[in-house]
C-alpha cells in the first residue's frame, strides 16, 4: 500500500513537473531570441556518434557545430583519451550536454509483448525480465524501450526492446568520464528512435539512472530569471499604471473635497447674504408702505380739534388705538374718516358722559392706509 502512494505521488510530481515545462517553453516561445539568450544560461551540447571504429564529437552552441574530436572509446588507451580531453575541453563553458548515440553493430533491438498490466511499469519489467528477451542477464546490458501499442481485447502491449552489452555501451561511458563528460543519454542508433525532443528523458535512454547526471529542477536559475523578467514586465504593464491612476484618483478625490468645501462656504454666505436682502426688503417694503409714527402723530394733531383730548395713542404696523375725552365724539369718527391716511374708523366700545369735564369718554380703533408714502421715525 506504501509503495503504491508512493507511485502515485511520484507520477502526479512527474505531470506536475511536466506541466511546469511546457508552461515556461509557451513562454520563452514568446520572448524575442535576444532577451531569451540575454536571460539563459549558455547551454552546450556535444553528441557522440559511435560506429565499429570510431566515435565522432560534435560541440553545438548556439546554433553552431564544430567538430572536436574522433577517437575510439572502445580501443584507445587512457593515455590517448586524455590528450584529446586537454586538446578540446579549452573552450568549453556553461553547462555540457552530452547525448551519446550507439551504431547498430552495438545495439540487439527486439520486438517483445508484455502483460498489459505491465505498462505502467516497463522499465522495472524490462530490466527483470531481461534474461527472458535477450542473451544478457540483469545488470550486464544496458536497457532501452518504448511502447509501441496496446492490445486491450488480447490484454497485451507491444514494447521495442533495445539493449547494449556492458562490455560496449559500459566501456563507452567509463571512457567518456576519463574525458571529463558525463553522458545524460546513451540512446540506440536514429534509424530505430528517429528524432528525440527530450532524449535524456527518453525510455530509449539505455544510461541507467544512477549513472545519469541529476536532472536540473524545474526551478532553475534560467527559470528564476525568466520568472523575475516576467514579474517586471508584469508590474510594468499592471502594477505600477494602476498605481499611478490609483494616486491620481487620490488626488482628483482630494481636489473635488476642496472644491466642495468652498463650495459649501460660498453657499453658506450666499445664504445669509440673501437672508440679509430679504430682511432688508421687509423693511424696505414696510418702510414703503406703512405711514411712520411722526406722520401718523402729525396727521392726529392737525385733525383733532382743541375740545378733544387724548390720554393714551397706540400706534403700530396697521392700526392706531385711540382713548381720551371730546366734546363730541361721533363728531371726532367723521373727522378721522376723511382723513386719507386713515380708514374704518370705528368704537371699540360704547361712548360714556364724563359728569365731572362733560365730555364723551371715547375709545377709537383706525387701519393706516398703506401706500401712503410716509417717513423715518
Known amino acids: 500500500m506504501m509503495i503504491e502512494q508512493l507511485k502515485k505521488q511520484l507520477q502526479g510530481s512527474t505531470a506536475l513537473n511536466n506541466a511546469m515545462i511546457w508552461w515556461l517553453g509557451q513562454l520563452k516561445a514568446l520572448l524575442p531570441d535576444k532577451l531569451l539568450q540575454r536571460f539563459s544560461p549558455t547551454v552546450e551540447t556535444l553528441t557522440v556518434e559511435c560506429s565499429d571504429s570510431a566515435c565522432r564529437i560534435d560541440h553545438y552552441k548556439n546554433s553552431e557545430v564544430h567538430l572536436l574530436a574522433v577517437c575510439d572509446l572502445l580501443n584507445d588507451s587512457e593515455e590517448k583519451l586524455i590528450d584529446i580531453r586537454q586538446q578540446f575541453l579549452k573552450g568549453m563553458s556553461g553547462q555540457t550536454r552530452v547525448l551519446v548515440r550507439l551504431d547498430d553493430s552495438h545495439v540487439l533491438n527486439h520486438q517483445v509483448v508484455l502483460p498489459l498490466a505491465t505498462a505502467d511499469n516497463l522499465s522495472s519489467v524490462v530490466e527483470f525480465e531481461l534474461d527472458r528477451f535477450t542473451p544478457f542477464r540483469p545488470g550486464q546490458a544496458m536497457v532501452g524501450y518504448q511502447l509501441i501499442s496496446r492490445h486491450p481485447e488480447h490484454d497485451k502491449v507491444k514494447v521495442q526492446l533495445v539493449a547494449s552489452p556492458n562490455r560496449v555501451a559500459g566501456l563507452i561511458n567509463r571512457n567518456l568520464s576519463v574525458l571529463g563528460l558525463s553522458p545524460s543519454a546513451i540512446l540506440p542508433p536514429k534509424s530505430i528512435t528517429g528524432e528525440l525532443n527530450r532524449p535524456q528523458s527518453s525510455s530509449w535512454n539505455m544510461l541507467p539512472e544512477t549513472d545519469r547526471p541529476i536532472a536540473q529542477p524545474v526551478w532553475n536559475q534560467l527559470n528564476r530569471r525568466l520568472f523575475i523578467f516576467l514579474l517586471i514586465a508584469f508590474a510594468a504593464v499592471f502594477v505600477i499604471p494602476h498605481f499611478q491612476l490609483e494616486q491620481r484618483k487620490q488626488a482628483l478625490v482630494n481636489e473635488i473635497d476642496a472644491i466642495e468645501a468652498e463650495a459649501r462656504?460660498?453657499?453658506?454666505?450666499?445664504?445669509?447674504?440673501?437672508?440679509?436682502?430679504?430682511?432688508?426688503?421687509?423693511?424696505?417694503?414696510?418702510?414703503?408702505?406703512?405711514?411712520?409714527?411722526?406722520?401718523?402723530?402729525?396727521?392726529?394733531?392737525?385733525?383733532?380739534?382743541?375740545?378733544?383730548?387724548?390720554?393714551?395713542?397706540?400706534?403700530?404696523?396697521?392700526?392706531?388705538?385711540?382713548?381720551?375725552?371730546?366734546?363730541?365724539?361721533?363728531?371726532?369718527?367723521?373727522?378721522?374718516?376723511?382723513?386719507?391716511?386713515?380708514?374704518?374708523?370705528?368704537?371699540?366700545?360704547?361712548?360714556?358722559?364724563?359728569?365731572?369735564?362733560?365730555?364723551?369718554?371715547?375709545?377709537?380703533?383706525?387701519?393706516?392706509?398703506?401706500?401712503?408714502?410716509?417717513?423715518?421715525?
Open 265 to 377: 462656504a460660498v453657499s453658506a454666505k450666499q445664504a445669509k447674504l440673501i437672508q440679509q436682502v430679504d430682511v432688508g426688503a421687509n423693511l424696505i417694503e414696510r418702510k414703503n408702505t406703512t405711514p411712520s409714527r411722526l406722520a401718523v402723530l402729525d396727521e392726529l394733531t392737525r385733525i383733532i380739534e382743541d375740545d378733544t383730548w387724548t390720554s393714551s395713542v397706540e400706534i403700530n404696523e396697521k392700526n392706531v388705538k385711540l382713548e381720551g375725552e371730546s366734546q363730541q365724539a361721533s363728531a371726532l369718527i367723521a373727522l378721522l374718516e376723511a382723513s386719507p391716511m386713515f380708514q374704518n374708523v370705528n368704537f371699540e366700545s360704547s361712548t360714556t358722559r364724563n359728569q365731572a369735564t362733560n365730555r364723551d369718554r371715547f375709545q377709537i380703533k383706525l387701519d393706516l392706509v398703506t401706500n401712503n408714502g410716509g417717513g423715518n421715525e
